[in-house]
């Protein structure tokens, strides 16, 4: 048995999805919501880095049921722990579904912030 009922991953640390939206207050309002279901301690959310479906995010997964989510906001929080935390059901509205692997796509951001993104990756500065 592991160390938690359930262990959610927020994409806060990747270069794309904190362009799609407050990364940081998804995990804020996953941790309330969390409290307030009662579950602090069993229902663990962490920061992660970038899962590769870049484009697609924010991006949030729920393990150990391998759901994942997409285009989440922070007032998505609620319903992902009612819904799926605590009822164990997939969250329909917001379930992402792409083949396994590498799904990024940056064709969804302007070229000037992948121009901008990848200056900064470069250590060079942006034009
Ligand atoms: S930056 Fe979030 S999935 Fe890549």
């Known amino acids: 048995m592991g160390q938690y009922t359930k262990h959610v991953f927020v994409c806060t640390f990747g270069t794309w999805c904190n362009h799609d939206g407050d990364t940081g207050a998804i995990v804020t309002r996953l941790n309330e919501a969390v409290e ?20 697609h995010g924010p991006m949030v997964v729920v393990y150990p049921d391998n759901h994942w989510y997409a285009g989440v906001k922070p007032e998505d929080a609620e319903e992902i722990v009612a819904t799926d935390i605590v009822g ?24 000037e912030v992948v121009a901008a993104e990848q200056a900064k990756r470069q250590g060079a500065r942006p034009a």
């Not at 307030?36 to 484009?55: D, E, F, P, T």
């Not at 692997?101 to 940056?106: F, P, Q, R, V």
């Open 88 to 111: 164990g059901q997939v969250v329909a509205r917001l379930s992402y579904e792409a083949p396994p692997g590498d799904n990024k796509d940056l064709s969804r951001y302007p070229a």
């Open 36 to 55: 307030a279901a009662g579950l602090k301690g069993q229902v663990r959310i962490n920061k992660s880095g970038c899962m590769n479906q870049c484009g």
